[in-house]
């Protein structure tokens, strides 16, 4: 609670803010109203919650029941169990596409540099068939649910391995774990522990799984379809038109609505088509990215890529972001090459576009087919191309764009400066009347020792500013950016169930029914999910920002936050630290009964709060 304030006052020493009148927390359920307000940068904030021993419980690995992992690369062997094939996918650039000079693709060629996995194809099993129960936010552009087909238009078996594990998260109770389960399936049957301490950021991965049906009814060629149909898609906006011919990328949108004649007009000529956002349509989609998020703590964001036989949309190039490439329908030959230069190692931007003459040897070349994945680290330089005979269709997912420790320190190093300067004398001290006599680059040979005494100088100084930097408070504001970022939460039936969205009030013979369910001092409560909200301080105030009410469409709506109260903040600290242990309203660090169920009401009310039993109707 005392970091929280000393961040808020840390807040006026930045630009200055515009104050609001509190807010009331009396009400019924469902009537505390949001403001939105632009994104300011925050401070400072450090937990100090009173009951800080409740705590969640550390993520268990889990590993994969009956998958087994074989290396065809060096070092993968020595931490895999022996013998399977899983396919690990190269990740398209943010907004981009890989191209791949014309050539066969007889057989996989990986130098030792590339990690390889393979799975054997597993028999189907049966398997609970409902999805995460999940409503979209009111006001948030959606597709209608369309039905889950395969690339020939049939409706999936309902025991396929995606229908499997979606109905496996439905019962797990603790979102992290959801998290954490569903990257182990993505990267299935590599285990996660080695693919973080081992590749991430480090290797392009290869897994290959031979089960064409891994992925049925994530995104299908018939979905794309039905949302050219049934949505405004706009050129440009939403769905990019391009084709690579004689080294020249070619981007062909025409202007306005993407009607389906267009589209497939421009398919038929050759070009690729990029969906951008598909979650903002695709509503499994949308589930997928929503729980990953999680165990990125970094945006998850995606684009679909489908291109038609004999043809490419893209000339080399690499991204500014990890990417994931689940081939959904037909086949494509992928190549990656490393960072050409130190420099282009984990890139801060996207590049432009490459020649075949500027690239040096794949460090990966393959086909991927339907239910490989494919893995790349930023920087790392790809180009794909359809062959003859079939089309291609691929889900790339991304994460991490501008999530470094250089991106932090940017944040950090300003603040710890301005702070330092106002808190100690010694970097209010006048420089040397004469430095300019023997420092700058005309002096850099210099052997004077005055231009010693000097870089000794900045050294220490510099050395000096780990003591001022805010450093709590700059992670508070990457989180509060996180959330702003992020996916609105998928919902379990449990959490559906046990939340406002699943109090049974309706509109029935002429008037509401089953109203007036209400929180007690016994009500056992904890939050709706981990990472939903964070409570952050700012010009000295603080807020509750949260993730329930954030649109499909990214950055659609301005950030969503409730004001607390001081007295509050330690019983909304214990709340966000305690998932998913339950607590009861009466144990709430608040100053009376009152200000419990005030609090415990409003975020209730909001949807970030479940009960541990359904609230009774009175």
């Given at each position: 609670?005392?970091g ?16 609001r ?25 450090s ?23 074989d ?6 062997g ?30 996989l ?11 054997p ?29 395969d690339?020939t ?7 396929s391995?995606?229908?499997?594990i979606l109905?496996?998260?439905?019962r ?12 182990e ?16 950021e ?11 049906s ?28 391009a084709r ?5 990328r070619?981007t062909?949108n025409p202007p306005?609505?993407a009607?389906?004649?267009a589209?497939?007009?421009l ?10 956002c ?10 997928f ?15 679909a ?28 030959l992928?190549?990656?090459y ?8 984990l890139?801060?931007?996207s590049?432009p ?7 040096g ?13 494919l893995y ?55 420089l ?8 700058g680059?005309q ?19 510099v ?26 939460p ?6 559906r ?11 029935e ?22 990472g ?11 807020f509750?920002y ?26 909304v600290?214990?709340?966000?630290r ?5 607590v ?6 608040c ?5 419990q ?22």
């Amino acid at each position: 609670m005392e970091g929280l304030r000393a961040g808020a006052g840390l807040a006026r020493r930045g630009r200055s803010r515009r104050r609001r009148p509190s807010q009331s927390h009396s009400g019924s359920v469902l009537g505390l109203p949001l403001r939105p307000r632009k994104i300011r940068r925050q401070l400072r904030r450090s937990a100090a919650s009173r009951m800080a021993a409740l705590r969640a419980q550390a993520l268990p690995s889990e590993d994969s029941e009956d998958s087994r992992v074989d290396s065809a690369a060096g070092d993968l062997g020595d931490s895999l169990p022996s013998g399977a094939a899983t396919a690990a996918t190269l990740p398209d650039a943010a907004r981009r596409e890989p191209y791949g000079r014309r050539g066969p693709a007889e057989r996989l060629e990986a130098s030792p540099a590339a990690r390889l996995v393979e799975a054997p194809a597993a028999a189907p099993r049966a398997g609970n068939s409902h999805y995460l129960a999940a409503t979209a936010p009111p006001g948030t552009p959606t597709a209608q649910a369309a039905p889950l087909v395969d690339d020939t238009g049939r409706d999936p078996p309902w025991d396929s391995p995606l229908q499997r594990i979606l109905a496996e998260l439905n019962r797990i109770p603790n979102s992290r774990r959801r998290a954490a389960r569903l990257f182990e399936w993505l990267i299935a049957p590599m285990p996660p522990d080695h693919f973080y301490r081992r590749l991430w950021e480090r290797e392009a991965v290869l897994v290959r799984r031979q089960d064409h049906s891994y992925y049925q009814g994530l995104f299908s060629t018939v979905d794309l379809d039905s949302i050219l149909h049934k949505e405004e898609v706009q050129f440009g906006q939403h769905l990019d038109a391009a084709r690579y011919v004689n080294g020249r990328r070619e981007t062909l949108n025409p202007p306005g609505r993407a009607l389906p004649a267009a589209a497939w007009s421009l398919y038929q000529a050759g070009c690729s088509l990029r969906l951008l956002c598909p979650q903002a349509f695709s509503t499994t989609v949308w589930q997928f990215l929503a729980v990953l998020q999680e165990q990125f703590g970094s945006m998850a964001g995606s684009n679909a890529y489908l291109t038609p036989p004999k043809s490419q949309g893209f000339a080399p190039h690499y991204d500014d972001i990890e990417a994931f490439v689940l081939q959904l329908e037909g086949r494509k030959l992928w190549r990656v090459y490393r960072p050409r230069i130190p420099g282009e190692e984990l890139a801060l931007t996207s590049s432009p576009n490459f020649s075949q003459e500027e690239l040096g040897e794949p460090v990966l070349q393959t086909v991927l087919e339907p239910g490989d994945l494919l893995y790349f680290p930023r920087g790392f330089v790809h180009q794909a191309e359809c062959q003859d005979g079939v089309h291609s269709l691929h889900l790339t997912l991304s994460t991490f764009q501008r999530n470094t420790w250089g991106d932090f320190l940017e944040a950090v190093l300003p603040l710890a400066i301005q702070a330092a300067m106002e808190e100690n004398v010694e970097f209010r001290r006048g420089l040397p009347r004469d430095f300019m006599d023997y420092m700058g680059a005309q002096h850099s040979d210099s052997s004077d020792p005055r231009r010693t005494a000097f870089m000794e100088k900045v050294r220490v100084l510099v050395a000096r500013l780990g003591h001022f930097a805010p450093v709590d408070a700059v992670a508070d504001q990457r989180a509060k950016d996180f959330i702003h970022d992020s996916l609105p939460p998928v919902l379990t039936d449990r959490e559906r169930a046990l939340s406002v969205h699943g109090l049974p009030i309706r509109w029935e013979a002429g008037q509401p029914v089953n109203v007036g369910a209400q929180l007690t001092t016994d009500t056992e409560i904890h939050m709706l999910q981990d990472g939903i909200a964070r409570l952050v301080g700012e010009g000295g105030q603080l807020f509750l920002y949260y993730t329930v009410e954030n649109s499909r469409v990214y950055h659609l709506e301005e950030p969503k936050f409730l004001e607390i109260y001081p007295q509050q903040a330690d019983a909304v600290e214990l709340l966000l630290r305690s998932y998913p242990e339950f607590v009861r309203v009466g144990d709430l660090p608040c100053d009376s009964p009152g200000e419990q169920l005030s609090l415990a009401t409003m975020l209730y009310d909001k949807g970030l709060l479940l009960t541990k039993v359904p609230l009774a109707q009175s």
